[in-house]
């Protein structure tokens, strides 16, 4: 990881949201130096990022960041551990009952009753 200058906005928020990235790790059981792990820093670095550029001190008074940013950071980190865990995609369907369905009999050539009762 490239390390940030010690003025940047976010190199006092960066241990914060790494050690949030390494409980998720933790959660999902990827080995400490995998590239999964890595991955996932990654994720929350990036949105660390993304959330200083969105926070608005004046729009939310009396919200801290940390308060503003943990949630969307802990998302964003758990969004990458399912798409790692799931061979790349995002789709985290757990159940089949929920899986998208195709229809049968639509336009299989079955009988057509659009003519039934004309003579």
């Known amino acids: 990881m490239i390390p940030l200058p010690p003025d940047h906005p976010a190199a006092e928020h960066l241990d914060w949201a790494l050690q949030i990235a390494r409980d998720v790790r933790r959660r999902f059981k990827f080995q400490p130096n995998s590239q999964e792990a890595a991955d996932i820093d990654q ?3 990036v949105e660390l990022l993304l959330c200083l550029r969105r926070f608005d001190p004046a729009g939310n008074p009396g919200v801290p960041f940390r308060g503003y940013a943990k949630i969307a950071i802990k998302q964003e980190c758990r969004r990458e551990a399912w798409r790692l865990r799931n061979g790349g995609l995002y789709d985290t369907t757990r159940h089949p009952h ?15 009753d659009s003519d039934a009762g004309e003579d």
């Not at 929920?98 to 057509?112: K, M, N, T, Y």
């Open 98 to 112: 929920l899986a998208p369905r195709c229809l049968q009999g639509v336009g299989g050539g079955g009988s057509d």
């Open 43 to 45: 994720a929350a670095v």
